[in-house]
Structures are given as C-alpha cells and as structure tokens.
C-alpha cells in the first residue's frame, strides 16, 4: 500500500502515527515492539512513544527492513528522520526540492547516526567544567514535535460534529434532514463549504481561501496548541486568532480565542497590566485638631555631625502642624520616647496614629504606648505610602533640606528645628490657613510681626468662625483632588470569596542567576478572605493556604478562570466585611463573625465572567474595538515599543 510521508532531516528517528501503525498490524505487515524509547520534541518537551513496528518499506526502489517509532498526534502517517535516509544513503537536494537514494555515492551525505552514549567527551579545556551532581540523563533521539491534533481524528469528529455532520452528508449524497427549517438552513450553509477528499473545508471571506473545518469538541486542544508552546509563544488575542484564523475555521472562533487567551493562567501571571490603576480615591476626613496624626521615619539618611540618620516625622491631618525630630537609631524605644516626652505632654494625646508597615510601628512596645495612652492605631496598606500624610511632608522637606546643606550632606539635622516652624507658619493651600493658626487657635509671632509691632493675639477672636470656613476650603480641595486622581482611574471593587492576582515587585539576583524581566509580575490566584475597605482586602493564597496581609485594590487583578473550572476553598471561614469608612485600614477594625456560608469545604465553579459579544459565526472578521474587554491578553506590541505598567 501507498503512503504519504514527510521527511524531516532534525528528526534523529523515523516515526508512524498511531493510526496509521495500527491499520499496517491488522494487515499482518509489520511487527510490533513495545521496547521503551526515549523521545524529545524540539521544545525541549518529552513525547511519549507507544512503541515500535518492523516492517519491509520500499522507497524510491529500495526496499529494506526498518524500525519505525509510534506516536500519537503526527500530522502526517509518516515521518521519514535522519535513521531511515542513512540507511537509504540518501542525499536530499532542497534547492531542486528532489531526493536521490543509493544510486551514487554522494559527496554530503546525511550525518551519520550516533547514540548520545557512543559519542567522544569534548576536550575538557574547550567547555567548561559540569558538576557531576548536576548531570541528568538526557533523552536518546530528537524527533519532530507531534502536533495535539492530526487528520484522522478531526476526520471523525466532523462526522459526529452537529455543526457540520448535516453539511457533510448533503455535500457526499445530497441528503437533507426531515425538518424543513433544518434543511433550509443546511443548503444556505453548504454553499461556504465543499468537502476535499474526506476532509471538510469552509470557504473564508470574498476571496476563495478554503480552510480546514474544526469541529467543536477540538478547538480547545488547537487553541491551546496555537497559544501555549515555546513555538507559539503564550502570545495575545490578535496574534493567536490570527494564526488560527490563516489555517482554519470553526464558528464563533474569535469569541473562543478571546475567552481562552485572557483566562491563561500564564498570561495573567506573567503580563504586565494594561488597565489604568483600580480605585477611585476616597479622602480621610478629620474635624479636630489631634483627631488623627500620620507619623513615619525618613532615612536612612547620611550620618550628620550630631551622629543622627533619621527624621521621626509627625503630622496633624486637621491642621497640616508638623514635628521633626531626629534620631541616631530608628528604634522603637527612640520613637516612643518622642512621642510621649515631645509630643503627648505638649499637646495632648490623638485619637489616631496612622502609620506604615515598618517594624517599629508594629512591635509589642508601640502597641503598649497606644494601649496606655488610648490611642487606636492605624495601618497604610503595604506599597501604597501615599495613604499617610507624612510621605508628602518628607518631599517637601527633602526640598528644603537640599537647599542648605549643598555638598555637606552631614549638616542635615543643622537647620532641622527652623524648618519646622517653617512648615509650621506657612499657609497651606488645602485649608486656607497655616497650621499654626488651626492647631494652636493663633499665629506663631514671626520676627517682622514683632518689627512692626503687628498684633497677632486679636486674631484668635476669628478662630470661632475659621471651622466652617476650613471645611468649606478643604471639601473644594478634596473634591479638586478626587476629580484629578480618578480621571486617571478606573473603578473596581471586590468581595469576599472572589479570585484575584497579587502583584509581585520582582528583583534581579546574581547570587540566584535571576532577572526581574523573566520572573512572575502577579502571585496567585487568590481569595479575598477579608474587606477592610473598598480599597483594602485580606487575601488568602489558594494553592497553598498561605495568608498574604492586607493589600491595597491597586496591587490586585482579576483572576479570569475558564468555563467550567472549579476550585476549592481551604477549611476556614470567610469574615464578614466591616463598614467601610477610611481607604487605611485601623488594628480591630475588622470583626470576626463567621458568614452565612455552609461550614467545611466550598467548591465554587467558575463559570467565566466575560461579556456578551455577538458574533456572526459564518462571518469572523476582527474589529479592533473587540479587545477592550481583555486589556491584559493583548500583545504588548499593539501597545508601543513601551507599554503603560500599573
């Protein structure tokens, strides 16, 4: 019997496609081995052999005995490798695209075939020396990928394929169903399609490009076949529909593609978000002096003359009074001992400290301090400083600061205590009015009021009428700020149980041999286990069962799962979620009530959260608009040789 094959010139063996294998045994023309074999594809993959068959070939005249490996998958019946053209003594000619077997002696022949095992060890000043430990045994013959899906088997699943199983039939015997509706739709169908030998193809677009039909149960193993490979590279929507789209058909294609390409896991983990950030803004009010102060270091700095390095800095969010004090050590006993000895005997204790994450600010000593003075605590969530008022005081200072020292950066602390009062008498732009005025109900004397002999008591008599006044001033500031900083946003918020991403900020290592451009950008999938806020969440890592803290909507993402998948809960109990009331999150604030969720285990499937689109399945044609949706999935290069990162 005839047979197609291919001849492939990287392959070190020669394969047969199980199809084909297992027809050539029923005939009684080969044998069959099931001896084990080690294969590798070209992408470095392991492909599984089911064994091997001896048979006589004939081939361009010559017939000899020969072993042929069996594969599943091969696109052809046939692969002719390096093995079988040796033993042929062929000599294959690719600009004459003809091959001449045994008939000469050729002046290049095909390299001849060795085992890895019989091959000489390369000098060993040539390479460089290779730990023994770190030697692994490497597969015996290099092959030719096979593909996912080969003829045979989209031949038979078109057969039983509702779509296409009536077109199939009118088109070889002129046949049409019973149900007139289906018959008519049958005929208007056919015209688009045509059958090539047993083959159904369907005719794309005005011109006469006829492409392989895809029945549905297969679509899924090709889309992953022309997504996930090294060859196809986990690349965007457009570029994995068109690839698909150039050689193929099925209905509805560019829908499935969207779907599948933005719910890759890889993808998501390992792409840059093409989003504008998450989260409106929502403002922190105050309406009293020593209602809430933000506190926070800045440094290390460079050593001073005085031998400090840091800056313990402390804001009044109602006033905008700002207290400096540095410090040689950014210990929690420094930071205590100016809080109670600088701060709360002079000026009364808060009601509020917001602070960051830093240890010092989370230790058993700082939670005593808060506890006996009553004071509640306050945390920004991690990466997000510019909750706490500090972090813009500690720019504007590193201004100032810039301006006297010059290049004696060890003068720093010198002009420290006159800053201060100059932040402190300064006008500010929010409320209209210099802290002084508000935090103290007067102005602080300046060296020209007692020039002039301007007195600046009687002011306070105005202090009665300045609240009303600050509010007004500050709403008009707040709702300016908020226009601004959510023009540039997009809004989103999540829910207990729901599925996100965590943004990782990766960093290269040479002890590691790592670099930041190939690691993950997003950790997960994980669950939302706790809402401190609209803007803040708890999370849980699902694989693992780890607790990740308290994070910020800006470092989160949503997890895209795909139809039908399902995932299970760990064996503990979602919370509930507190009143929202502060973008930062404060100690307690969180209850611990169970929800109204079964206790145990929770299976939850994903039934996939993608918008409605209506697509014409006989007509796929791409239009740009389409990939809104799916930000995240798109190439990166349809965005510019630079594009936007969160």
């Not at 042929?88 to 050729?106: L, N």
């Amino acid at each position: 019997m005839e047979v197609r094959a291919r001849i492939d010139t990287g392959a070190d063996k020669s394969l047969l496609s199980h199809i084909f294998a297992s027809s050539l045994l029923e005939q009684g023309r080969v044998s069959f081995s099931n001896q084990q074999i080690n294969l590798c594809g070209v992408s470095g993959k392991k492909v599984q052999a089911l064994g091997q068959v001896t048979g006589r070939f004939e081939w361009k005249g010559i017939s000899r005995k020969h072993e042929f490996v069996v594969v599943r998958g091969l696109p052809v019946p046939m692969l002719m490798g390096v093995d079988l053209l040796q033993a042929w003594g062929a000599v294959v000619d690719f600009g004459k695209c003809e091959t001449v077997t045994g008939t000469r002696t050729p002046q290049t022949r095909v390299h001849e075939m060795r085992k890895r095992s019989q091959m000489l060890a390369a000098n060993a000043l040539s390479r460089n020396p290779v730990d023994p430990a770190e030697k692994t045994q490497q597969p015996e013959y290099m092959i030719f990928e096979p593909q996912c899906v080969d003829l045979e088997e989209i031949w038979i699943e078109q057969q039983r394929d509702s779509w296409y199983r009536d077109i199939i039939v009118y088109l070889k015997k002129g046949e049409l169903p019973i149900d007139p509706a289906v018959a008519a739709m049958v005929i208007g169908r056919s015209t688009r399609y045509r059958l090539k030998g047993d083959l159904l193809e369907y005719k794309h677009g005005v011109k006469d490009v006829w492409r392989l039909a895809v029945p549905a149960v297969l679509k899924t193993r090709i889309m992953a076949e022309f997504h996930e490979p090294p060859i196809a590279g986990h690349l965007g929507i457009k570029t994995t529909y068109k690839k698909c789209q150039a050689r193929m058909f099925w209905p509805n294609m560019k829908r499935d593609i969207k779907e599948f390409v933005s719910s890759c896991q890889v993808c998501q983990k390992h792409k840059f978000s093409q989003n504008r950030r998450q989260g409106f803004l929502k403002n922190t009010t105050v309406s009293a002096p020593n209602e809430m102060m933000g506190i926070d270091l800045m440094g290390p700095l460079p050593v001073s003359t005085r031998g400090n390095r840091y800056c313990l800095v402390i804001v009044d969010y109602y006033s905008k009074w700002v207290e400096l004090f540095p410090l040689r050590r950014a210990t929690t006993v420094a930071i205590a001992r100016c809080l109670v000895r600088d701060v709360f005997s002079r000026f009364g204790c808060p009601r509020a400290l917001l602070s960051d994450n830093g240890p010092q600010f989370v230790s058993d000593i700082y939670e005593e301090v808060c506890r006996l003075f009553g004071i509640r605590r306050k945390f920004a969530s991690p990466y997000h400083p510019q909750t706490n008022l500090t972090e813009r005081v500690n720019r504007t200072l590193g201004r100032m600061i810039a301006s006297y020292v010059e290049n004696k950066h060890g003068t720093w602390d010198r002009h420290l205590e006159a800053l201060g009062f100059a932040l402190r008498t300064t006008v500010s732009e929010t409320t209209g009015q210099t802290p002084a005025r508000l935090f103290l109900g007067r102005e602080i004397a300046l060296p020209w009021d007692t020039m002039v002999q301007q007195d600046v008591w009687t002011r306070a008599e105005e202090y009665s009428l300045l609240s009303d006044l600050v509010k007004a001033k500050v709403k008009v500031a707040q709702d300016r700020q908020k226009r601004n900083y959510d023009r540039r946003r997009i809004h989103q918020e999540f829910h207990i149980g729901d599925r996100v991403w965590l943004r990782l900020r990766p960093l290269s290592s040479a002890d590691h041999n790592q670099i930041a451009k190939f690691m993950p950008k997003w950790r997960g999938p994980c669950r939302i286990i706790l809402k401190l806020s609209p803007l803040v969440y708890e999370l849980q890592e699902e694989e693992t069962g780890a607790l990740l803290g308290s994070h910020n909507i800006v470092d989160l993402k949503k997890f895209l799962g795909r139809k039908g998948e399902v995932y299970k809960l760990q064996d503990q109990d979602l919370l509930e979620e507190p009143p929202a009331e502060v973008e930062e999150w404060e100690e307690g604030s969180a209850t611990n009530e169970k929800s109204a969720m079964d206790e145990g285990d929770l299976i939850y499937p994903i039934e996939g959260e993608f918008p409605e689109i209506v697509v014409d399945p006989e007509v796929d044609e791409w239009s740009e608009p389409e990939v809104e949706e799916f930000p995240e999935a798109v190439d990166e290069v349809d965005h510019g040789d630079n594009p936007r990162r969160s």
